[in-house]
């Protein structure tokens, strides 16, 4: 079987639900909840996109994001921290671009929900210094 089809039955067996109902979005939500931060810790030294990645992270766990936008920022976390994806993240230089180009498809669909709260709380936890342009919205 090839990696694209093994990705996608990985994806699916995780995230299969079509419907984006509140108790499906709960659903993904716990999965994400229980494997982003471990996955994170082991990768975070060899991804540039780490920052955008946990600001995307705090946008889907906060409630006041719409459930829709949730849904879209849960999948693209999923295929971050599921270990069957399009490209191996063990092959050096190339692992994580699929990664990131699935969140920065993503991001570009949602940018204007990820609020500065969002980008200060992944800051905090990269502990990293805040920009100077970020609010406590």
Request: hydrophobic residues 50%; contains cysteine; proline residues 6%.
């Amino acid at each position: 079987m090839s990696a694209g089809k093994e990705a996608d039955r990985g994806f699916e067996a995780a995230f299969g639900e079509a419907d984006l109902t509140p108790a499906v979005i709960a659903k993904r939500e716990r999965k994400v909840r229980n494997a982003f931060w471990g996955k994170l810790k082991r990768v975070a030294g060899r991804i540039p996109f780490v920052d955008d990645l946990v600001a995307a992270y705090y946008c889907a766990m906060d409630p006041e994001t719409p459930l829709r936008v949730r849904g879209m920022l849960l999948g693209a976390l999923a295929y971050f921290i599921l270990p069957i994806d399009m490209v191996p993240d063990i092959i050096a230089g190339l692992g994580y671009t699929d990664d990131a180009a699935v969140l920065a498809t993503v991001l570009s669909l949602v940018a204007s929900h990820i609020k500065p709260k969002h980008r200060a709380a992944a800051a905090r936890a990269l502990e990293k210094e805040l920009p100077e342009d970020l609010g406590a919205d």
